[in-house]
């Protein structure tokens, strides 16, 4: 079954305090991975996909990394506005459909 | 550009009535997904329109239904409501099956 776990469930950093957020899945047969930003009641904002092991994707403070089991968002220096849940996804196919299988999300809170 | 909408914003229903929460896609895309998501979770997964038709579907039971028009915006239609069912129903739209899906807002649903 399409699993997706994500690390830790919530972190709190100062500003400026760089730091790694974690996402491990298994799937049958990757097709892609998913990072979205999520504010409190609103909807998962989209940021990066990842296809294949050994790419990295970058957006003002934040990279994200792909290895064969897991992926990575590194966020540098952040700031309060960066702080959000971060979810992970990764494509799965139900009889033709995409859908995505995210993973609970990590709260981060980031402290001026 | 318009993204995607969701109506109505918030909703409070009674154990066993029936409700519709509408959606309208980005301009381009043809892919509806509608996901559930409970407080502290991820979205899960409900099921997929594409060109007017169910193109896969969750571990949702049949009280959870939908439809696609020819402008492809979409409705999500749950029936005889139980408390569970309370959460923030997300819709994504897509340019096509296999690629990113983008979120609108959410419509909070609360069942008493």
């Known amino acids: 079954e399409d699993q997706v776990t994500q690390s830790p469930e919530a972190l709190r950093l100062q500003e400026g305090e760089s730091s790694s957020l974690n996402c491990s899945y298994t799937?049958?047969?990757?097709?892609?991975l998913f990072w979205y930003r999520q504010d409190p009641g609103k909807g998962p904002e989209f940021l990066f996909t990842?296809?294949?092991a050994g790419e990295e994707k970058e957006k003002e403070r934040l990279k994200a990394t792909l290895t064969k089991k897991e992926s990575f968002l590194h966020i540098t220096a952040p700031k309060p506005e960066d702080s959000a849940t971060y979810l992970c996804?990764?494509?799965?196919?139900?009889?033709?459909?995409?859908?995505?299988?995210f993973g609970q999300g990590t709260r981060l809170t980031i402290n001026p | 550009e318009t993204g995607v909408t969701q109506s109505p914003t918030h909703l409070i229903k009674t154990r066993g009535q029936q409700v519709t929460l509408r959606c309208s896609s980005q301009?381009?895309?043809?892919?509806v997904s509608w996901y559930q998501q409970a407080l502290g979770q991820g979205p899960q997964f409900i099921f997929q329109?594409?060109?007017?038709?169910?193109?896969g579907r969750g571990n949702f039971p049949p009280r959870f239904s939908g439809l696609q028009f020819p402008n492809y915006s979409s409705e999500l239609n749950v029936n005889a409501l139980e408390l569970d069912d309370s959460a923030l129903y997300l819709c994504?739209?897509?340019?096509?099956?296999?690629?990113?899906?983008?979120f609108g807002p959410g419509t909070r649903l609360t069942v008493l």
């Open positions: 329109y594409y060109r007017e038709e169910e193109n």
């Open positions: 301009s381009g895309h043809n892919t």
């Open positions: 994504a739209s897509s340019p096509g099956r296999y690629n990113e899906q983008f």
């Open positions: 990842l296809y294949s």
């Open positions: 996804a990764v494509q799965a196919f139900i009889r033709g459909a995409q859908k995505l299988v």
């Open positions: 799937v049958s047969g990757l097709r892609g």
